[in-house]
Protein backbone atom coordinates (compact mmCIF):
# COMPACT_ATOMS: atom_id res chain seq x y z
CA UNK A 1 0.00 0.00 0.00
CA UNK A 2 1.36 3.59 -0.54
CA UNK A 3 1.23 6.24 1.58
CA UNK A 4 2.56 9.84 2.11
CA UNK A 5 4.51 10.22 5.76
CA UNK A 6 5.77 13.65 6.83
CA UNK A 7 9.26 12.62 8.64
CA UNK A 8 12.00 14.68 10.34
CA UNK A 9 14.45 16.16 7.50
CA UNK A 10 17.61 14.14 9.26
CA UNK A 11 15.82 11.12 10.71
CA UNK A 12 15.21 10.76 6.36
CA UNK A 13 18.54 11.24 5.46
CA UNK A 14 20.04 8.75 8.14
CA UNK A 15 16.87 6.08 7.57
CA UNK A 16 18.31 6.62 3.71
CA UNK A 17 21.83 6.24 4.63
CA UNK A 18 21.32 3.13 6.83
CA UNK A 19 19.19 1.08 4.05
CA UNK A 20 22.46 1.97 1.77
CA UNK A 21 24.67 0.57 3.78
CA UNK A 22 22.30 -2.59 4.62
CA UNK A 23 21.78 -2.93 1.04
CA UNK A 24 18.12 -2.92 1.52
CA UNK A 25 14.82 -0.45 0.64
CA UNK A 26 14.01 2.31 2.40
CA UNK A 27 10.46 0.73 2.56
CA UNK A 28 12.00 -2.04 3.98
CA UNK A 29 13.81 -0.67 6.52
CA UNK A 30 10.81 1.16 7.56
CA UNK A 31 8.59 -1.86 7.74
CA UNK A 32 11.30 -3.74 9.84
CA UNK A 33 11.06 -0.81 12.30
CA UNK A 34 7.58 -0.96 12.61
CA UNK A 35 7.47 -4.56 13.12
CA UNK A 36 9.37 -4.41 15.87
CA UNK A 37 7.93 -1.79 17.31
CA UNK A 38 4.28 -3.54 17.08
CA UNK A 39 5.95 -6.17 18.55
CA UNK A 40 7.53 -5.01 21.41
CA UNK A 41 4.99 -4.83 24.79
CA UNK A 42 5.41 -1.63 25.82
CA UNK A 43 4.54 -1.39 29.85
CA UNK A 44 1.92 0.90 30.20
CA UNK A 45 2.51 2.06 33.58
CA UNK A 46 -0.94 1.83 35.75
CA UNK A 47 -2.73 5.06 36.22
CA UNK A 48 -2.50 5.88 39.77
CA UNK A 49 -6.06 5.89 41.44
CA UNK A 50 -7.10 9.61 42.55
CA UNK A 51 -8.98 10.54 45.36
CA UNK A 52 -11.09 13.54 44.88
CA UNK A 53 -11.94 15.55 47.55
CA UNK A 54 -15.50 15.25 49.16
CA UNK A 55 -16.98 18.16 50.58
CA UNK A 56 -18.24 17.52 54.38
CA UNK A 57 -20.37 20.73 54.67
CA UNK A 58 -23.76 21.22 56.61
CA UNK A 59 -26.46 22.46 55.63
CA UNK A 60 -28.20 21.06 52.87
CA UNK A 61 -31.12 22.35 50.85
CA UNK A 62 -33.13 25.66 50.99
CA UNK A 63 -36.32 25.11 52.55
CA UNK A 64 -39.06 25.72 49.61
CA UNK A 65 -36.90 25.25 46.81
CA UNK A 66 -38.01 22.26 44.86
CA UNK A 67 -34.33 20.77 43.53
CA UNK A 68 -36.67 19.10 41.09
CA UNK A 69 -37.74 22.67 39.37
CA UNK A 70 -35.34 24.40 37.30
CA UNK A 71 -37.81 27.58 37.35
CA UNK A 72 -37.37 27.19 41.17
CA UNK A 73 -33.69 26.65 41.35
CA UNK A 74 -33.08 29.74 39.13
CA UNK A 75 -35.41 31.91 41.22
CA UNK A 76 -33.34 31.32 44.04
CA UNK A 77 -30.27 31.88 42.29
CA UNK A 78 -31.76 35.36 41.12
CA UNK A 79 -31.12 34.41 37.16
CA UNK A 80 -34.20 33.81 36.14
CA UNK A 81 -34.20 36.19 32.94
Same mark, same amino acid.
Given at each position: ???? $?? =? ?5 ? +??? #?? @? ?13 ? $?? =? ?5 ? +??? #?? @? ?33
Amino acid at each position: MKTT $LN =LNDQLLA +DAK #AL @AAQQRTSLTRLIEEG $LQ =LRLRTKV +DVP #AV @ARVRLPVFKGRGGLVKGVNPLSNKALLEALGDDA
